[in-house]
């Protein structure tokens, strides 16, 4: 089992970064696929940006490929996004997830573990 933290969200100006990390407790991050989804008010929870377990493979949702970037550090047991280039629609609470599936996963359900979420706000 592993335990998923969120932290680094918070308000942005339109046009500002953001950094969301996600830490993992246990000893077996390395086995685990993740990815962050996000949420905004009255929506469906949608697929963000996926890291695979060795770190070698990454795949975004179209609304925000070559604005954010997914990574992850297995000596911290950790996995970030890096938010550029922010817009009012980028408005969310942002959840990293941990998944066992060897593929490339987009959809909520196939994922194992969540984390509580960390709210991002960008005004414009």
């Known amino acids: 089992q592993v335990q998923l933290v969120e932290s680094g969200g918070g308000l942005v100006q339109a046009g500002g970064s953001l950094r969301l990390s996600c830490a993992a407790s246990g000893r077996t991050f390395s086995s685990y696929a993740m990815s962050w989804f996000r949420q905004a008010p009255g929506q469906e929870r949608e697929f963000v940006a996926y890291i695979s377990r060795s770190g070698g493979m990454t795949y975004y949702a179209d609304s925000v490929r070559g604005r954010f970037t997914i990574s992850r550090d297995g000596a911290k047991n950790t996995v970030y996004l890096q938010m550029n280039s922010l817009k009012p629609e980028d408005t969310a609470v942002y959840y990293c997830?941990?998944?066992?599936?060897?593929?490339?996963?987009?959809?909520?359900?196939?994922?194992?573990?969540w984390g509580q979420g960390t709210q991002v706000t960008v005004s414009s």
């Open positions: 997830a941990a998944s066992t599936k060897a593929t490339i996963a987009t959809v909520a359900r196939l994922y194992d573990y």
